[in-house]
């Protein structure tokens, strides 16, 4: 089977169960999505299609979406665009056009994906509830049949700047790098706001093309102005290169650096070894206990359960998708029919608890949760910041040569 036709996800790729029927007639309310199941951004994707597919599974164990009086239950069905943009774009009108065609969409990883897949629901007037895609770009356009279960990407920074502000000794010289993507730019837009607003001064400014291995030059300019800090926004592979060329160029900022997207996951700590510790990022999501959820009884309970079926920890992109299925679950319920306004206007009321955190839809359809600071510490992803201290973190960071 070619990875690019559709797959039917029923817990990681297993047997497919009968709930997990093509098409959306009879008792079956179908979700379609585009994923990035092959290609760079794999790595990230598979969160999406094994999130969705184990949400689906588990609102259908708890009885399925009951509609005026009738039970249905939900169905998954997948497109492998490959990390292709254009592809993903065509794989979503497919979706809404074909003769299987889906009754909602779920969304792609990675906001330039999510920009222009969503153009695809908004001019057919369908809902899409998306989990990857968090550049403001996406919800500045007044489109109505869009929404998003991740935080804005220009506050990506705030809390880490916050923490900023209380730590001794205190930064003066900041370093911004960010990809040139839609979800970079936007927390760079936010994190230039956000360092003003704080008293902070950028030192150096810089974008580098998405998708770049390669950060020597960035690296000797940075090394030039001899920063108290690095922030860099980028995508997770990026994000390991630039780490492991700081190391091979011996450039390490005085204090501490940042990094919005990879720091939670396993694979990051993986990937670098013992080079990941002492390394910054942020999070909206822990697996804790205390976030309640109708579905999986708490995040805690998701986190093993997930583990045991896919053999790897989720993080907070895999949270964030199961919260879209969720927030279908309810609002097509709210609704009490399938028609898509009706469903669009019941997505724009929900507000429950899950195990992602709460969900309710600001007025533009996207999220607002707060960011965790975490560090690595010791191999492992530890909580230092929300509103305050919430451990000590290792700071400031040792050059490379003491380490």
Do not use: C
């Not at 927390?187 to 770049?212: H, I, M, Q, S, Y």
């Not at 907070?316 to 679950?329: C, L, M, T």
């Amino acid at each position: 089977m070619r990875r690019s036709t559709i797959v039917f996800l029923a817990a990681a790729m297993a047997a497919a169960a009968p709930s997990f029927a093509q098409g959306g007639g009879g008792d079956t309310i179908t979700l379609g999505a585009s994923v990035q199941l092959t290609g760079r951004l794999a790595n990230t994707g598979r969160y999406y299609g094994d999130g969705y597919a184990l949400a689906i599974e588990q609102v259908n164990k708890k009885g399925g979406v009951s509609v005026g009086g009738k039970k249905y239950k939900l169905a998954l069905k997948i497109l492998d665009n490959q990390s292709d943009v254009n592809l993903s774009v065509r794989q979503y009108t497919d979706l809404l056009s074909g003769g299987d065609k889906v009754n909602f969409l779920l969304g792609p990883f990675a906001s330039d994906f999510a920009l222009t897949d969503s153009a695809v629901a908004e001019k057919n007037e369908v809902p899409m509830v998306q989990g990857g895609g968090a550049s403001t770009q996406i919800y500045s356009r007044g489109y109505k049949y869009v929404f998003g279960t991740l935080p804005p990407a220009d506050d990506y920074f705030a809390s880490t700047i916050k923490m900023l502000q209380k730590l001794d000794p205190k930064p003066k010289k900041f370093v911004l790098i960010a990809a040139d993507d839609s979800f970079d730019v936007s927390v760079a837009k936010g994190t230039r706001k956000l360092l003003k607003e704080a008293g902070f001064d950028l030192t150096l400014d810089k974008e580098f093309r998405e998708n770049n291995s390669e950060f020597s030059s960035l690296l000797s300019l940075a090394k030039s102005v001899n920063p108290d800090v690095i922030l860099w926004a980028g995508h997770e592979t990026e994000a390991l290169n630039f780490i492991r060329q700081s190391k091979s160029l011996g450039v390490s900022p005085k204090l501490m650096y940042s990094f919005t997207v990879g720091v939670p996951t396993a694979d990051f700590r993986s990937g670098l070894g013992k080079d990941s510790e002492y390394t910054f990022g942020m999070t909206p999501w822990l697996p804790s206990a205390s976030l309640k959820d109708d579905y999986f009884g708490d995040a805690e309970q998701f986190n093993k359960m997930y583990i045991e079926r896919f053999k790897y920890p989720p993080d907070y992109h895999a949270a964030s998708a199961v919260a879209d299925v969720e927030a279908f679950a309810k609002a097509i319920a709210a609704a009490g029919a399938i028609d898509p306004k009706k469903v669009r206007d019941a997505l724009a009321k929900v507000d429950f608890p899950s195990l992602y955190g709460p969900i309710k839809f600001a007025e533009n359809g996207q999220i607002h949760l707060p960011q965790t600071v975490i560090q690595i510490q010791d191999n492992k992803v530890v909580p230092v910041f929300a509103e305050d201290f919430l451990t000590k973190p290792r700071y400031p960071m040792p050059a490379w040569n003491k380490r």
